[in-house]
Structures are given as structure tokens and as C-alpha cells.
């Protein structure tokens, strides 16, 4: 995958939210995992998961050893300035 910036990251996630590829209620990979799909840093997906945790499309939960992103609303957008 293409090197792309936190705000098309977070339209790519949105986007996945909605398809069902990422159901509602379910775990999203954690940020390493995340920056290595898309390969950037983990500050990147950070920042694409807070614009996402702003528009009220994921939740976020830390765990021990990593963070997990619910998504919990369906057929939500984040706006793209």
C-alpha cells in the first residue's frame, strides 16, 4: 500500500467501517499492525485514529500491550478538510 497521510488513512478506515469490512463493535488492529498495512508511523495512524475518534466513528481502548479501536457507528463519515 501506498504511503499516505493520517487524514486518507482515516478515510480509508471509515470507509472499511462502513463496507462492513470493519463491523460495528469490532477490534481494530492495533497501531503497529495498522502502520504496517499502511506503512507509516505509529504517530501517523495515532493521529488518523484521533480524527476518527473525534468525528465519533471508533472508541478507544489501551490494552497492555497495544491499543484497540472499536468502530461504533455505522454509515458515519469524518469530514476531510
Known amino acids: 500500500m ?3 497521510g493520517y487524514k486518507s488513512i482515516a478515510l480509508d478506515i471509515a470507509g472499511r467501517i462502513v463496507s462492513g469490512e470493519f463491523p460495528v463493535n469490532s477490534k481494530i488492529s492495533g497501531r503497529s499492525i495498522l502502520a504496517g498495512k499502511y506503512q507509516v508511523s505509529p504517530e501517523t ?6 480524527l476518527l475518534k473525534e468525528e465519533n466513528i471508533v472508541s478507544v481502548s489501551q490494552g497492555k500491550e497495544s ?3 472499536r468502530s461504533f457507528l455505522y454509515g458515519s463519515t469524518c469530514r476531510q478538510n
Open 67 to 69: 491499543d484497540f479501536w
Open 45 to 50: 495512524i495515532r493521529k488518523a485514529i484521533g
Open 2 to 4: 501506498k504511503k499516505t
